[in-house]
């Protein structure tokens, strides 16, 4: 994307998409938040004292757990960014309103509280929660299986207040810490993400997947892929049609040609 583009991208208000944080989401997230504590409660009521539960099995299903979680961000952050509108019934206001607000106002994370922090988190995270407790205990397999969703939806409920520190100016000092080694998400490695036009480094648990991810130009080639099947253009309500026409042949060029690249419309199908 050219400097001059790059200055005349186009994005929403930041107060009137704050104004879209309404009483019913807030309930609604109070919920989900409850019952994620709830299921979570429950999953390690289940696997205390099980046979086959294990300190190594517990220390790998945590960490491939964090690693999941890390890919599971940036798949729902980069959908939150990139398609659909705040204009969309429910979607539209309790989820996709949020990633867009805070591309305009990046520190309005900082003055969240914990529920309009992590209320959304906890939301998506149910029906794995649910499954993670249901799942019969029966075999080491299982358990792993259990314990392993159980971690990753517990990474998952934590990366928006992850995400949080890494645009807090004075985050605590153990916080800082975590950040420096790269435990948790840093703010020097987020900001990347933040460098317009938005469209990389999605994974904001701790980071780690975003170079991998860059490198075989996963969200790029996704996006491709969903203009080429429903016409739909990336980003488009957020920063405009020239803006998002731009990125895409931008990326097109970028990559390798050949018979499997999708092409990219010189012209948008349907708007976003």
Same mark, same amino acid.
């Given at each position: 994307?050219?400097?001059?583009?790059?200055?005349?991208?186009?994005?929403?208000?930041?107060?009137?998409?704050?104004?879209?944080?309404?009483?019913?989401?807030?309930?609604?997230?109070?919920?989900?938040?409850?019952?994620? %504590?709830?299921?979570?409660?429950?999953?390690?009521?289940?696997?205390?004292?099980?046979?086959?539960?294990?300190?190594?099995?517990?220390?790998?299903?945590?960490?491939?757990?964090?690693?999941?979680?890390?890919?599971?961000?940036?798949?729902?952050?980069?959908?939150?960014?990139?398609?659909?509108?705040?204009?969309?019934?429910?979607?539209?206001?309790?989820?996709?309103?949020?990633?867009?607000?805070?591309?305009?106002?990046?520190?309005?994370?900082?003055?969240?509280?914990?529920?309009?922090?992590?209320?959304?988190?906890?939301?998506?995270?149910?029906?794995?929660?649910?499954?993670?407790?249901?799942?019969?205990?029966?075999?080491?397999?299982?358990?792993?299986?259990? %314990?392993?969703?159980?971690?990753?939806?517990?990474?998952?409920?934590?990366?928006?207040?992850?995400?949080?520190?890494?645009?807090?100016?004075?985050?605590?000092?153990?916080?800082?810490?975590?950040? +420096?080694?790269?435990?948790?998400?840093?703010?020097?490695?987020?900001?990347?993400?933040?460098?317009?036009?938005?469209?990389?480094?999605?994974?904001?648990?701790?980071?780690?997947?975003?170079?991998?991810?860059?490198?075989?130009?996963?969200? &790029?080639?996704? !996006? +491709?892929?969903?203009?080429?099947?429903?016409?739909?253009?990336?980003?488009?309500?957020?920063?405009?049609? !020239?803006?998002?026409? !731009?990125?895409?042949? %931008?990326? !097109?060029?970028?990559?390798? &040609?050949?018979?499997?690249?999708?092409?990219?419309? &010189? %012209?948008?199908?349907?708007?976003?």
């Amino acid at each position: 994307m050219t400097t001059e583009l790059k200055n005349q991208v186009r994005q929403q208000d930041a107060k009137e998409l704050a104004r879209g944080y309404s009483p019913a989401i807030r309930a609604m997230e109070i919920t989900s938040i409850l019952a994620f %504590t709830g299921l979570e409660a429950g999953l390690v009521w289940r696997l205390w004292g099980n046979p086959h539960v294990g300190p190594w099995l517990v220390l790998g299903a945590v960490i491939l757990g964090y690693l999941a979680a890390d890919f599971v961000s940036g798949v729902v952050h980069w959908m939150g960014d990139t398609w659909g509108s705040t204009r969309m019934p429910v979607l539209g206001a309790a989820f996709i309103r949020p990633f867009r607000e805070h591309h305009v106002d990046e520190k309005a994370i900082t003055r969240h509280d914990f529920v309009e922090t992590n209320g959304n988190n906890c939301l998506v995270s149910l029906p794995v929660a649910l499954l993670a407790l249901l799942v019969p205990h029966s075999s080491t397999a299982w358990v792993f299986l259990s %314990t392993f969703l159980g971690a990753m939806i517990f990474w998952v409920m934590a990366t928006n207040q992850f995400h949080k520190w890494s645009h807090t100016d004075k985050p605590p000092a153990l916080i800082g810490f975590l950040q +420096r080694v790269h435990l948790i998400l840093p703010p020097d490695h987020h900001r990347v993400h933040h460098t317009s036009p938005y469209d990389k480094y999605y994974c904001i648990t701790v980071g780690w997947m975003n170079k991998p991810l860059a490198l075989i130009g996963f969200f &790029s080639g996704m !996006e +491709r892929l969903i203009t080429r099947v429903t016409g739909q253009l990336p980003r488009q309500d957020d920063i405009g049609t !020239e803006a998002a026409l !731009e990125i895409l042949h %931008t990326q !097109e060029r970028s990559e390798p &040609s050949g018979d499997d690249a999708p092409a990219a419309p &010189s %012209t948008p199908v349907r708007a976003a």
